[in-house]
Protein backbone atom coordinates (compact mmCIF):
# COMPACT_ATOMS: atom_id res chain seq x y z
CA UNK A 1 0.00 0.00 0.00
CA UNK A 2 2.93 2.43 1.17
CA UNK A 3 4.41 2.28 -2.83
CA UNK A 4 1.08 3.04 -3.99
CA UNK A 5 0.56 6.12 -2.40
CA UNK A 6 3.75 6.97 -3.10
CA UNK A 7 3.03 6.51 -7.18
CA UNK A 8 -0.42 8.48 -6.38
CA UNK A 9 -2.26 6.76 -8.48
CA UNK A 10 -6.28 8.30 -8.42
CA UNK A 11 -7.64 5.75 -8.15
CA UNK A 12 -6.26 4.99 -5.02
CA UNK A 13 -6.96 8.82 -3.96
CA UNK A 14 -10.79 7.91 -4.70
CA UNK A 15 -10.91 4.87 -2.74
CA UNK A 16 -9.03 6.97 -0.24
CA UNK A 17 -11.60 9.80 -0.02
CA UNK A 18 -14.75 7.25 -0.15
CA UNK A 19 -14.09 5.46 2.59
CA UNK A 20 -13.46 8.92 4.96
CA UNK A 21 -16.69 9.90 3.58
CA UNK A 22 -18.13 6.58 4.77
CA UNK A 23 -15.80 6.08 8.04
CA UNK A 24 -14.12 3.14 9.45
CA UNK A 25 -15.99 0.44 9.63
CA UNK A 26 -13.70 -1.44 12.70
CA UNK A 27 -14.53 -0.45 16.10
CA UNK A 28 -11.52 1.92 17.33
CA UNK A 29 -9.23 0.23 19.89
CA UNK A 30 -8.30 2.11 23.22
CA UNK A 31 -4.82 0.42 24.07
CA UNK A 32 -4.33 3.28 26.85
CA UNK A 33 -7.51 3.58 29.51
CA UNK A 34 -8.85 6.80 30.46
CA UNK A 35 -7.63 6.66 33.71
CA UNK A 36 -3.83 6.36 31.89
CA UNK A 37 -4.04 9.05 29.82
CA UNK A 38 -5.37 12.65 31.13
CA UNK A 39 -7.40 14.39 28.60
CA UNK A 40 -9.66 17.71 29.75
CA UNK A 41 -11.41 17.72 26.27
CA UNK A 42 -12.32 15.48 23.87
CA UNK A 43 -11.51 17.31 20.67
CA UNK A 44 -9.65 14.56 18.83
CA UNK A 45 -12.11 12.30 19.62
CA UNK A 46 -14.01 12.43 16.42
CA UNK A 47 -11.32 12.57 14.51
CA UNK A 48 -9.80 9.23 15.18
CA UNK A 49 -12.07 7.52 12.56
CA UNK A 50 -10.84 8.95 9.58
CA UNK A 51 -7.02 8.89 10.52
CA UNK A 52 -7.60 5.33 11.20
CA UNK A 53 -8.09 5.07 7.84
CA UNK A 54 -5.15 7.18 6.60
CA UNK A 55 -2.36 6.09 8.92
CA UNK A 56 -2.98 2.57 8.00
CA UNK A 57 -2.76 3.47 4.11
CA UNK A 58 -0.10 5.75 4.35
CA UNK A 59 2.29 4.24 7.77
CA UNK A 60 4.45 6.98 8.24
CA UNK A 61 6.99 7.01 10.26
CA UNK A 62 7.91 10.62 10.51
CA UNK A 63 5.45 13.19 11.74
CA UNK A 64 5.35 16.69 12.37
CA UNK A 65 2.38 17.72 14.70
CA UNK A 66 2.03 21.77 15.14
CA UNK A 67 -0.08 22.06 17.93
CA UNK A 68 0.05 19.57 20.64
CA UNK A 69 -1.79 20.72 23.24
CA UNK A 70 -1.85 18.36 25.97
CA UNK A 71 -0.83 15.10 23.59
CA UNK A 72 -3.98 13.92 22.32
CA UNK A 73 -3.54 13.76 18.72
CA UNK A 74 0.29 12.79 19.78
CA UNK A 75 -0.47 9.69 22.07
CA UNK A 76 -2.52 8.42 19.42
CA UNK A 77 -0.22 8.94 17.00
CA UNK A 78 2.37 6.91 19.04
CA UNK A 79 -0.21 4.34 19.81
CA UNK A 80 -1.32 3.68 16.39
CA UNK A 81 1.99 3.59 14.44
CA UNK A 82 4.34 2.59 17.06
CA UNK A 83 3.19 -0.74 17.20
CA UNK A 84 4.37 -1.32 14.01
CA UNK A 85 7.65 0.06 13.38
CA UNK A 86 9.86 2.92 15.13
CA UNK A 87 8.55 6.41 14.68
CA UNK A 88 10.03 9.96 14.79
CA UNK A 89 7.58 12.46 15.95
CA UNK A 90 8.04 15.94 16.04
CA UNK A 91 5.86 18.33 18.04
CA UNK A 92 5.75 22.03 17.99
CA UNK A 93 3.90 24.16 20.63
CA UNK A 94 4.82 27.19 22.46
CA UNK A 95 2.23 25.67 25.51
CA UNK A 96 1.25 29.36 25.53
CA UNK A 97 -2.05 29.07 24.23
CA UNK A 98 -4.08 30.83 21.39
CA UNK A 99 -5.55 33.65 21.59
CA UNK A 100 -8.68 31.57 22.79
CA UNK A 101 -6.53 30.16 25.14
CA UNK A 102 -5.99 33.55 27.06
CA UNK A 103 -7.52 34.63 29.87
CA UNK A 104 -10.76 36.12 28.93
CA UNK A 105 -11.25 33.67 25.67
CA UNK A 106 -13.57 31.17 24.95
CA UNK A 107 -10.91 28.39 26.24
CA UNK A 108 -9.17 30.37 28.51
CA UNK A 109 -7.20 27.66 30.69
CA UNK A 110 -3.41 27.23 32.47
CA UNK A 111 -1.32 26.63 29.68
CA UNK A 112 1.31 24.98 32.53
CA UNK A 113 -0.72 22.64 33.81
CA UNK A 114 -1.57 21.50 29.96
CA UNK A 115 2.47 21.01 29.31
CA UNK A 116 2.72 19.03 32.17
CA UNK A 117 -0.24 16.43 30.93
CA UNK A 118 1.48 16.90 27.45
CA UNK A 119 4.80 15.24 28.96
CA UNK A 120 2.66 12.72 31.25
CA UNK A 121 0.93 11.46 28.50
CA UNK A 122 3.15 10.97 25.86
CA UNK A 123 5.43 9.68 28.22
CA UNK A 124 2.85 6.85 29.04
CA UNK A 125 2.14 6.37 25.70
CA UNK A 126 6.27 6.18 24.58
CA UNK A 127 6.46 3.60 27.60
CA UNK A 128 3.78 0.98 26.29
CA UNK A 129 4.92 1.33 22.59
CA UNK A 130 6.35 -1.64 21.51
CA UNK A 131 8.68 -0.25 18.87
CA UNK A 132 10.97 2.93 19.67
CA UNK A 133 9.58 6.59 19.64
CA UNK A 134 11.91 9.18 19.00
CA UNK A 135 9.98 12.34 20.17
CA UNK A 136 11.31 16.09 19.06
CA UNK A 137 9.68 18.68 21.08
CA UNK A 138 9.83 21.95 19.49
CA UNK A 139 8.84 24.33 22.51
CA UNK A 140 8.41 28.03 20.23
CA UNK A 141 6.55 29.93 17.49
CA UNK A 142 5.43 27.23 14.64
CA UNK A 143 7.23 29.68 12.00
CA UNK A 144 10.29 29.33 14.05
CA UNK A 145 10.34 25.67 14.30
CA UNK A 146 9.74 24.84 10.90
CA UNK A 147 11.76 27.61 9.24
CA UNK A 148 14.61 25.72 11.61
CA UNK A 149 13.53 21.87 10.12
CA UNK A 150 14.21 23.58 6.37
CA UNK A 151 17.22 25.38 7.44
CA UNK A 152 18.61 21.89 8.89
CA UNK A 153 17.73 19.96 5.75
CA UNK A 154 14.50 18.44 6.59
CA UNK A 155 12.88 19.54 3.43
CA UNK A 156 10.39 16.69 1.81
CA UNK A 157 11.19 14.40 4.50
CA UNK A 158 7.79 13.94 6.62
CA UNK A 159 5.32 11.41 5.24
CA UNK A 160 2.56 13.21 7.73
CA UNK A 161 1.98 16.49 8.77
CA UNK A 162 -0.48 17.47 10.98
CA UNK A 163 -1.58 21.85 11.33
CA UNK A 164 -3.93 22.37 14.75
CA UNK A 165 -1.86 25.07 16.37
CA UNK A 166 -2.80 29.17 15.95
CA UNK A 167 -6.17 29.75 14.31
CA UNK A 168 -5.39 32.90 13.51
CA UNK A 169 -5.62 32.62 9.39
CA UNK A 170 -1.99 34.58 9.09
CA UNK A 171 -0.57 31.83 11.09
CA UNK A 172 -2.64 29.38 9.66
CA UNK A 173 -1.32 30.28 6.19
CA UNK A 174 2.49 30.01 6.96
CA UNK A 175 2.18 26.43 8.80
CA UNK A 176 0.38 25.38 5.37
CA UNK A 177 3.21 26.30 3.43
CA UNK A 178 5.82 25.88 5.60
CA UNK A 179 4.55 22.01 6.37
CA UNK A 180 4.30 21.48 2.12
CA UNK A 181 8.00 21.97 2.05
CA UNK A 182 8.51 19.72 4.30
CA UNK A 183 5.99 17.11 3.27
CA UNK A 184 7.23 14.70 1.06
CA UNK A 185 5.74 13.96 -2.38
CA UNK A 186 2.78 11.10 -1.59
CA UNK A 187 2.51 12.60 2.07
CA UNK A 188 -0.32 13.63 3.58
CA UNK A 189 -1.44 16.91 5.21
CA UNK A 190 -4.06 17.10 7.49
CA UNK A 191 -5.61 20.90 8.54
CA UNK A 192 -7.68 21.01 11.34
CA UNK A 193 -11.04 23.37 12.33
CA UNK A 194 -11.37 24.01 8.99
CA UNK A 195 -14.99 25.40 9.94
CA UNK A 196 -13.34 26.60 13.35
CA UNK A 197 -14.74 30.05 14.20
CA UNK A 198 -14.27 32.23 17.54
CA UNK A 199 -17.35 32.19 19.50
CA UNK A 200 -16.94 36.14 19.81
CA UNK A 201 -20.17 38.51 20.60
CA UNK A 202 -21.23 39.82 17.62
CA UNK A 203 -20.31 39.17 14.09
CA UNK A 204 -17.45 36.73 13.53
CA UNK A 205 -14.30 37.78 12.60
CA UNK A 206 -13.73 36.55 9.22
CA UNK A 207 -9.70 36.77 9.75
CA UNK A 208 -9.72 35.10 12.59
CA UNK A 209 -10.21 31.59 11.91
CA UNK A 210 -8.53 28.63 9.83
CA UNK A 211 -10.70 28.57 6.68
CA UNK A 212 -9.45 31.42 4.50
CA UNK A 213 -5.97 30.16 4.85
CA UNK A 214 -6.73 26.87 3.99
CA UNK A 215 -8.35 28.00 1.21
CA UNK A 216 -5.92 30.10 -0.08
CA UNK A 217 -3.04 27.53 0.20
CA UNK A 218 -5.19 24.63 -1.43
CA UNK A 219 -6.09 27.26 -4.90
CA UNK A 220 -2.44 28.78 -4.85
CA UNK A 221 -0.94 25.08 -4.75
CA UNK A 222 -4.14 23.72 -7.00
CA UNK A 223 -1.70 21.60 -9.45
CA UNK A 224 0.82 20.11 -6.66
CA UNK A 225 -1.91 18.55 -4.25
CA UNK A 226 -4.74 16.17 -4.69
CA UNK A 227 -7.80 17.28 -1.79
CA UNK A 228 -8.80 13.95 -0.20
CA UNK A 229 -12.99 13.78 0.26
CA UNK A 230 -13.66 14.01 4.01
CA UNK A 231 -16.43 15.64 6.28
CA UNK A 232 -15.26 19.04 6.14
CA UNK A 233 -14.51 19.25 9.88
CA UNK A 234 -10.86 18.71 9.15
CA UNK A 235 -9.27 19.07 5.22
CA UNK A 236 -6.51 16.73 4.03
CA UNK A 237 -4.47 16.58 0.74
CA UNK A 238 -2.38 14.59 -0.75
CA UNK A 239 1.25 16.19 -1.94
CA UNK A 240 1.72 15.91 -5.70
CA UNK A 241 4.47 17.04 -6.66
CA UNK A 242 7.18 19.93 -5.27
C1 LIG B 1 -6.12 23.21 19.51
S1 LIG B 1 -4.66 23.04 20.41
C2 LIG B 1 -3.95 21.54 19.76
C3 LIG B 1 -4.75 20.33 20.09
C4 LIG B 1 -4.04 19.00 19.91
N1 LIG B 1 -3.60 18.79 18.54
C5 LIG B 1 -4.96 17.86 20.34
O1 LIG B 1 -5.19 16.94 19.58
O2 LIG B 1 -5.46 17.88 21.45
C6 LIG B 1 -3.63 24.29 19.75
C7 LIG B 1 -2.24 24.39 20.35
O3 LIG B 1 -1.47 25.21 19.49
C8 LIG B 1 -0.57 25.99 20.25
N2 LIG B 1 -0.26 27.19 19.45
C9 LIG B 1 -1.06 28.23 19.15
N3 LIG B 1 -0.43 29.10 18.36
C10 LIG B 1 0.82 28.60 18.15
C11 LIG B 1 1.93 29.04 17.38
N4 LIG B 1 1.90 30.18 16.67
N5 LIG B 1 3.05 28.28 17.39
C12 LIG B 1 3.10 27.10 18.10
N6 LIG B 1 2.05 26.65 18.83
C13 LIG B 1 0.93 27.38 18.84
C14 LIG B 1 -1.30 26.29 21.55
O4 LIG B 1 -0.40 26.52 22.61
C15 LIG B 1 -2.16 25.03 21.73
O5 LIG B 1 -1.55 24.14 22.65
Not at 26 to 32: F, I, Q, T, Y
Not at 50 to 77: Q, R, V
Not at 170 to 195: C, E, I, N, T, W
Amino acid sequence: MKAFVKQITPPFLLELGKRLLRGSPKPVDERLSSSDIVLTNKWFAGNKENWEIIISDLNPTKILEIGSYEGASACFLIERLAGKSDIELHCVDTWEGGIEHQAGGEYSVNMNSVESRFKHNTGLAIQSAPHKVSLVVHKCYSDVALVKLLADGEQGTFDFIYVDGSHQAPDVLLDAVLSFKLLRVGGVLAFDDYLWMEGLPGQCDPLRCPKPAIDAFININTRKLKILRAPLQQFYVVKLSD
